[in-house]
């Protein structure tokens, strides 16, 4: 909105500054790839909307380990890094000891400098429900640093933001805390807007919640993303479903199919006490009975779960899709809503032209005009000489807003073309996490029921063995 920190008609800066600060010191314009995605159409056969990639980018996040650990500032650091043919980097295999503080800062900098690009959200520190002890525990350090190698995975997926110079210094900078400094003192700063832009009221901007003229080709983007979310919200809440009634994540027996089986093969353990006659092949079809319900709590822990907190960071993926979607919506309002006021106060200096020109004739431009005219003459602001003065300041204004309805519909279509790009990218990479999780998912199931029929293979001699004489 216009006053505030972020003008909306600020210039769309998917692009680097044209001569950054490089993070090592040295003030110098970026050699090797540009940050801006090609629109070459004629270039190895893409079309205007495909993504350009310069390389790859292999990244992965291990080791976390407690520093300071005796102290109140202890924390984890966890060991990033990464295998690339990137000529942004200056080695192709950088790594680093980085903390969550720092994926966090990394993260909402990258928003900033990239806002028509879908940077991915960091693991909610609320999703961890399905897991036990505090944030120094090696399953709590464990679980981030899977959701972190995530986060950094999607990052290394995009063509641009591969490509930035913040996450090249987060792989390689030694002084990474002075570039936190750095950006924390000089923070982006957008374009200002012109003075007429900024006299333009909230109320005026905001008076319609969606766009007049949509276009269709985001109408059917924003259709397939609720579809999307839909479904991912549905198969979060089923698999939860079947995760709570198979195991209840305690260690000891609950209401769940765990427990049943447990508390099954504790009585025929006792069955066995009474039968004699067959006591030891009755204790083995108990220890069975055991081994198969910890082979359930082991599948719930390392395949369920880590499938469901996939899930949940795939729908957040798809949110920040979403933002992006409505940021490219705010940016045509604004361009609409400009082109109205634009149209307002050209109507107004019409009306005043009108009125000098022939004063019987001004109650022939309506009603409203008017009643405008009689206000004007109670208040003393009917002469000519007071509607010339302000005709000219119109007509300045006018100047002015015909400069920012320009450079408006300039900055939408721009943003338009940079979101459908953004689209293949999002759906590229969304693709490619549904392959992983899916896979990983059936691997799991697959080790399940093999381990699961072994089990019980191997009790089927023994209870044969069992004589019952007739």
């Given at each position: 909105?216009?006053g505030d920190?972020e003008?909306?008609?600020?210039?769309?800066t998917?692009?680097?500054?044209?001569?950054?600060?490089?993070?090592e010191?040295?003030?110098?314009?970026?050699?090797g790839?540009g940050?801006?995605?090609?629109t070459?159409?004629?270039e190895?056969?893409?079309?205007?909307?495909?993504?350009k990639?310069?390389?790859?980018?292999?990244?992965s996040v291990k080791?976390?380990?407690?520093?300071?650990?005796?102290?109140?500032?202890?924390y984890v650091s966890?060991?990033?890094?990464a295998k690339t043919?990137?000529?942004?980097f200056?080695?192709p295999?950088p790594s680093?000891?980085r903390?969550f503080q720092d994926?966090v800062?990394?993260r909402?900098?990258?928003?900033?400098d990239?806002?028509?690009?879908?940077?991915?959200?960091?693991?909610d520190?609320?999703?961890?429900?399905y897991?036990?002890?505090d944030?120094?525990?090696p399953?709590?350090?464990?679980?981030?640093?899977?959701?972190l190698?995530r986060?950094?995975?999607?990052?290394s997926?995009?063509?641009?933001?591969?490509?930035s110079t913040?996450?090249?210094?987060f792989?390689?900078?030694?002084?990474w805390?002075v570039?936190?400094h750095q950006?924390v003192a000089h923070?982006?700063?957008p374009?200002q807007?012109?003075g007429?832009?900024?006299?333009?009221?909230?109320t005026l901007l905001n008076a319609?919640?969606?766009?007049?003229?949509p276009d269709?080709?985001?109408?059917?983007?924003?259709?397939h993303?609720d579809?999307?979310e839909?479904?991912i919200a549905?198969s979060?809440?089923l698999?939860n479903?079947?995760?709570?009634?198979?195991?209840?994540g305690n260690p000891?027996?609950?209401?769940d199919?765990t427990?049943?089986y447990?508390?099954?093969?504790?009585a025929?353990q006792g069955?066995?006490?009474l039968?004699?006659?067959?006591?030891?092949p009755?204790?083995?079809?108990?220890?069975?009975?055991?081994?198969?319900?910890?082979?359930?709590?082991h599948t719930?822990q390392?395949t369920?779960?880590?499938f469901?907190?996939h899930?949940?960071?795939l729908?957040?993926?798809?949110h920040?899709?979403r933002a992006?979607l409505?940021?490219?919506?705010?940016?045509?309002?604004?361009f609409e809503?400009?082109s109205?006021?634009?149209?307002q106060?050209?109507?107004?200096r019409?009306?005043?032209?009108?009125?000098?020109?022939g004063?019987?004739g001004s109650t022939?431009l309506?009603?409203?005009?008017y009643?405008k005219d009689?206000?004007?003459?109670?208040?003393?602001?009917?002469d000519d000489?007071t509607?010339v003065?302000r005709?000219?300041?119109l007509?300045?204004k006018?100047?002015?807003?015909?400069?920012?309805?320009?450079?408006?519909?300039?900055?939408?279509?721009?943003?338009?073309?940079?979101t459908?790009?953004?689209?293949?990218?999002f759906q590229r990479a969304?693709?490619a996490?549904?392959k992983?999780?899916?896979g990983?998912?059936t691997?799991g199931?697959?080790?399940?029921?093999?381990?699961?029929m072994e089990?019980?293979?191997?009790?089927i001699?023994i209870?044969?063995?069992?004589?019952?004489?007739?």
């Open positions: 909105m216009l920190d003008d909306v008609f600020d210039s769309v998917w692009e680097s500054p044209p001569a950054p600060t490089t993070y010191g040295t003030s110098t314009a970026p050699s790839p940050f801006r995605q090609s070459s159409e004629s190895d056969g893409r079309g205007p909307n495909d993504p990639w310069e390389g790859y980018l292999i990244t080791d976390p380990v407690k520093e300071l650990a005796e102290t109140k500032d202890a966890y060991l990033v890094s043919n990137l000529p942004i200056s080695t295999n680093a000891r903390r994926f800062f990394l909402t900098h990258l928003a900033k990239f806002p028509a690009c879908v940077v991915p959200p960091l693991p520190k609320h999703r961890l429900e897991v036990t002890g944030r120094f525990s399953e709590f350090m464990e679980r981030r640093r899977s959701d190698h986060f950094l995975q999607r990052l997926r995009h063509p641009t933001l591969q490509r913040l996450l090249r210094a792989f390689e900078s030694t002084e805390h570039i936190m950006h923070p982006p700063v374009e807007s012109s007429v832009i900024d006299s333009i009221s909230d319609f919640s969606k766009v007049r003229k269709e080709r985001f109408l059917a983007m924003r259709e993303v579809k999307f839909e479904g549905l979060e809440r698999f479903r079947v995760r709570n009634r198979t195991n209840d000891e027996p609950g209401e199919l427990g049943d447990h508390d099954l093969a504790v025929v069955l066995g006490f039968e004699s006659g067959i006591t030891d009755l204790n083995h079809f108990s220890n069975t009975l055991l081994e198969f319900s910890a082979l359930l709590r719930t390392v369920t779960d880590p469901l907190i899930l949940h960071a729908l957040q993926y798809s920040a899709n992006v409505k940021l490219r919506d705010q940016k045509q309002m604004d809503e400009l109205e006021y634009l149209s106060v050209t109507s107004e019409d009306r005043l032209a009108a009125v000098i020109s004063r019987a022939g309506g009603l409203g005009a009643l009689r206000v004007d003459a109670l208040r003393g602001a009917d000489r509607r003065e005709m000219r300041k007509d300045g006018i100047k002015e807003l015909q400069d920012a309805v320009q450079t408006a519909h300039e900055t939408s279509d721009a943003f338009s073309d940079e459908l790009r953004e689209q293949k990218i969304k693709e996490e549904m992983e999780m899916l990983n998912y691997d199931q697959i080790e399940f029921y093999k381990a699961a089990e019980w293979d191997r009790i001699p209870i044969q063995r069992i004589r019952v004489d007739v």
